[in-house]
């Protein structure tokens, strides 16, 4: 059975989409994790047979220009490799590489900001998704 999910280190998206959608099929894993890090987790994700549902580097965000990142997929039993997927992912890590962290990432009174923005951009994809059911 396909179920939709979204990776985030976003803490902000804690409890978000069970209050906002009560009924949406959407498991959201928050985990501790880098910018890059989650591309990566996504990616393992992508390698078990599930397929994006929203564009890794989502928005005019540079790579590391944020510390926040969220990522819509759907995790489908069985599947085949999505290739379009994996090429995705992929090529948003390696940009991910070319950049180098911003220092004012870190600065605690910007980090709601940086949130709101993944916020906005992972509930898009969402209110997406929930209309074609």
Excluded at 15 to 42: C, M, N, Q
Excluded at 77 to 88: I, T
């Amino acid at each position: 059975m396909n179920s939709f999910q979204i990776i985030t280190n976003n803490p902000s998206l804690e409890g978000e989409l069970s209050h906002r959608y009560p009924e949406a099929p959407i498991d959201v894993s928050f985990r501790k994790l880098s910018f890059r890090s989650v591309l990566t987790a996504v990616r393992d994700e992508i390698h078990g047979g599930a397929k994006l549902l929203s564009h890794p580097l989502s928005g005019s965000v540079k790579p590391l220009e944020t510390p926040y990142k969220s990522v819509l997929i759907e995790r489908r039993d069985g599947a085949d490799l999505d290739l379009d997927s994996l090429s995705l992912i992929e090529n948003a890590i390696q940009a991910c590489d070319k950049f180098i962290e911003q220092d004012r990432i870190h600065i605690p009174e910007l980090q709601k900001d940086f949130q709101l923005v993944d916020r906005s951009l992972i509930l898009t994809a969402v209110d997406s998704l929930l209309s074609d059911f």
